[in-house]
């Protein structure tokens, strides 16, 4: 079973990054950050394909959002981190009581974590189908003989080394171990007698149990073999106890942990928007229905970073396929791109998206080409490199593909990237991919069947960006013209400077 794919459904993992331009390789260091040993990047890189398996995974996450569901997960997970953790002890502690008694307290981990797991989820009664099958996978595990011989075997050891004493008598030279007679003095009332006076309100405890495991040094070592040779029987069933269950923690388990591990990042990315107050919503997904819907939505890595980031609605219709973003420089046009992408790439994730409501159809993929300096070491020019990287996204792209392209042709002549941008405007048409172009053309704009998206400045201050997008005609003056008004170096401003 799976918690991240339906049964019979699509499997999805992958090593490569997805596309750069988006910025989700800072959202995925933000969420994943400390969970470096499950490997989840995977899965982040790894959007789904089909609209089956994105509800899947949002039934399952909806489920986690309910309190009791999310607090007996994340014990698990705790649990199940803390029995690695004392396995990995037991492997590297060269002293082989150290070695088994690291073992078995990983075992007594291992039954108490899924035996709890197990009931807390069956009696919060899961409602998605991925925690109902764990619940029902769990029950089995729970119940198999070979979990409940473990359980067994273990109560058994533990019981054995649990009323273990002894006693040490310390000289200069020597440490001589001994059973105890009985006689020995309990010191523990008479030290407590004697700080009582120092007592000032409750006391908190600061007993706490640590999942770090260190070596035994030659003392310790010494001390443990002595212990062994008073207590023969009881380390005898230590012994078995290793032999018998050096391999005990079912495979599927850790599987499942690393899955449920990422469904939590999923909702770690809808809580760290809501504890800044912005919105979290579940976009709906579809591969018939293509229309674009963003409410107060926000681009992912600036909403991660910063809670005063600007947010910008979007609609776009089932037909239109190609939207193109003009407007002044840094007024927010390739965050706007940028931030629809990257919402696209989370809503076929699964996750939660920063609006308030999101529609969106499912991509075959998100195919960018964004402006890159020039790198010496490369012998193409930023033209040719900017025709390679095109021929790449328009062979690539098919009806179902989501296009995002910035500034363009920016290396050659306006006349040239006009000619070279028409005829890549023709090419995405045949093709039918949906398209977001930011281009410093506005004649690409007014295009037949193109819809014309223009970031805004403060109508009392032309000067000023506000960063958001709105769908207008393009045209009026260029930005060029506005900061030339604004600085009077326009023809009227030059005038007056230099007449008499």
């Not at 050659?412 to 890549?424: C, I, K």
Request: aromatic fraction near 6%.
């Amino acid at each position: 079973m799976s918690l991240l794919h339906p049964p019979g459904g699509e499997v999805t993992g992958s090593d490569a990054a997805p596309p750069p331009d988006l910025g989700l390789d800072r959202v995925a260091a933000a969420l994943l950050a400390g969970r470096g040993e499950f490997h989840l990047d995977a899965w982040f890189n790894a959007p789904l394909r089909t609209v089956e398996a994105v509800e899947y995974r949002q039934e399952a996450m909806r489920d986690l959002e309910r309190p009791a569901v999310r607090h007996a997960a994340r014990e698990f997970t705790a649990g199940l981190g803390g029995v690695r953790s004392r396995l990995g002890g037991a492997r590297s502690f060269e002293h082989p009581v150290q070695r088994n008694a690291a073992l078995l307290d990983a075992a007594l981990t291992y039954t108490g974590t899924v035996a709890t797991f197990a009931e807390r989820l069956s009696g919060v009664h899961p409602t998605s189908r991925a925690l109902t099958a764990l619940a029902d996978h769990l029950e089995r595990i729970a119940t198999s003989p070979a979990f409940t011989g473990l359980a067994e075997d273990a109560a058994e050891a533990r019981a054995a080394v649990a009323g273990i004493t002894y006693r040490l008598h310390l000289s200069t030279d020597r440490v001589q171990v001994s059973v105890p007679t009985g006689q020995e003095t309990d010191y523990s009332a008479v030290i407590d007698a004697v700080f009582e006076r120092f007592r000032e309100g409750s006391i908190r405890s600061h007993v706490g149990r640590t999942t770090e495991h260190t070596g035994m040094n030659h003392l310790e070592a010494a001390i443990a073999e002595r212990v062994a040779t008073l207590y023969p029987d009881r380390f005898d069933l230590l012994d078995r106890f290793a032999a018998r269950h050096r391999d005990f923690v079912d495979p599927s388990l850790l599987t499942l942990d690393a899955e449920l591990q990422f469904l939590l990042v999923g909702l770690s990315l809808a809580d760290r928007l809501r504890a800044m107050s912005l919105p979290a919503c579940w976009p709906v997904v579809s591969r018939t229905d293509r229309t674009i819907e963003l409410v107060a939505a926000r681009d992912p890595a600036l909403a991660l970073a910063h809670r005063d980031a600007v947010a910008n609605d979007v609609l776009l219709a089932a037909g239109e396929r190609i939207a193109v973003i003009t407007g002044p420089n840094q007024g927010g046009k390739t965050t706007f791109a940028r931030m629809i992408g990257a919402i696209t790439h989370l809503a076929a994730l699964g996750f939660p998206v920063p609006a308030e409501r999101a529609r969106l159809p499912l991509p075959d993929a998100v195919l960018t080409h964004f402006g890159r300096a020039e790198d010496l070491a490369d012998l193409r020019g930023a033209l040719e490199d900017d025709l390679v990287r095109l021929r790449d996204i328009l062979d690539a792209a098919t009806a179902d593909s989501l296009v995002i392209l910035n500034e363009l042709f920016s290396s050659t002549t306006v006349a040239d990237a006009e000619q070279l941008s028409r005829a890549t405007l023709e090419r995405l048409v045949e093709r039918g991919c949906r398209c977001l172009w930011v281009t410093f053309l506005t004649e690409l704009a007014e295009t037949p069947g193109v819809v014309s998206l223009v970031s805004q400045v403060d109508p009392d201050d032309p000067g000023v960006r506000t960063f958001r997008v709105l769908r207008q005609d393009p045209g009026g003056p260029t930005w060029a013209e506005t900061l030339a008004v604004a600085a009077g170096l326009d023809r009227a401003g030059l005038r007056r400077r230099l007449s008499p």
